[in-house]
């Protein structure tokens, strides 16, 4: 069974980088935002330097991949912080990780 959810992430899902100090991984896995109705989507938040990026995103990715809360993921340019981390099994057999990010602000590229 994990072998068939590996093969429809990698056929139908899209490439996705994780990030963890100076190593990277890169795998095929889906990525969406999860559109729900909670404050994190509704609510517009602004600083100084602009509006606060809100809402959540779900990814998943292969058992293999062994996200862990504090990577950061890398996918369509721009960056995301892993806040929760799951596996679904399938009796003792890990079939797949789930994993829901919020999105991070822009690389600081002001000279210092």
């Not at 996200?67 to 057999?93: K, P, T």
Request: charged share 25%; with cysteine.
């Amino acid at each position: 069974m994990r072998h068939t959810v590996e093969k429809v992430l990698c056929k139908y899902g899209r490439e996705i980088v994780v990030a963890r100090g100076e190593e990277s991984l890169v795998f095929q896995g889906f990525f969406h935002h999860t559109g729900s109705k909670d404050w994190h989507n509704m609510e517009k938040s602004c600083n100084v330097l602009g509006q606060i990026p809100r809402g959540q995103y779900l990814v998943l990715a292969p058992a293999w991949t062994n996200l862990v809360v504090g990577d950061m993921i890398l996918c369509d340019g721009r960056r995301f912080s892993v806040r929760r981390v799951e596996s679904e099994n399938l009796m003792e057999e890990q079939l797949y990780s789930w994993a829901l990010c919020v999105e991070l602000g822009k690389e600081d590229t002001w000279p210092m």
